[in-house]
Nanobody, 121 residues
Framework: VQLQASGGGLVQPGGSLRLSCAAS????????MGWYRQAPGEQRELVAT???????NYADSVKGRFTISRDNAKNTVYLQMSSLKPEDTAVYYCNVQGTYYSGYWYHFNAWGQGTLVTVSS
């Protein structure tokens, strides 16, 4: 399973961006999807996750500003970011977990390539 993330860029404080991450591959089934971020000199941290039943979980720092959603027909997860702050500057990584079929069903835990979000005036 491969992931392709897009939507990063430069935005002014208070602005908005929408990240997308599409999964592709052969026979697979997606469970949890999520976004993580890593700022320079920092460890990767959870931003938001969404389970197969659409239950969501957010880091306290983004609650009320970011919204995670998924389109199961497109195998895509989105992150709508609003009221962006300079401290949101980071490389954002999507994460998808599920199972794929190759004779048997196997679990996978895939990461996207990362997309840079810079919040600056």
């Amino acid at each position: 399973v491969q992931l392709q993330a897009s939507g990063g860029g430069l935005v002014q404080p208070g602005g908005s961006l929408r990240l997308s991450c599409a999964a592709s591959g052969s026979t697979f089934s997606i469970g949890s999807m999520g976004w993580y971020r890593q700022a320079p000199g920092e460890q990767r941290e959870l931003v938001a996750t969404i389970a197969s039943g659409d239950t969501t979980n957010y880091a306290d720092s983004v609650k009320g500003r970011f919204t995670i959603s998924r389109d199961n027909a497109k195998n895509t997860v989105y992150l709508q970011m609003s009221s962006l702050k300079p401290e949101d500057t980071a490389v954002y990584y999507c994460n998808v977990q599920g199972t794929y079929y190759s004779g048997y069903w196997y679990h996978f835990n895939a990461w996207g390539q990362g997309t840079l979000v810079t919040v600056s005036s």
